[in-house]
């Protein structure tokens, strides 16, 4: 499910404000990319988490959404989208040495 909402409206405002900040996901998994990155928010009244695409400007300073043109199309307002996902369980596998068989 995606939400879609104008940068900086109303809705935008009033939607806010009922997420909590859970995660961050570095876009493309790459861990050196603290420029891009998809914000992970939990909405307490409807249960659901909600990514959204967020950028920084330089460094480590305030992080804003990541805005789109709807359909592509300069004549169309910027919007920013929330797509609506789910926590998956992470296993790790650890290894260890084995003794050296000797035949």
Known sequence: MKLEFIKDSVELKEFEKTLKWKDQD???GDPD???TFD???YQEASGK???VSMTRSSGYSKARYSAYHRNFKNSEPLVVNFHEVKPVEVVRIEW???EEIND
Do not use: L, P, R
């Open 39 to 41: 914000a992970i928010y």
């Open 26 to 28: 570095n876009f493309e």
């Open 96 to 98: 260890e040495m084995c």
């Open 33 to 35: 990319d603290y420029y």
């Open 49 to 51: 988490y909600y990514s």
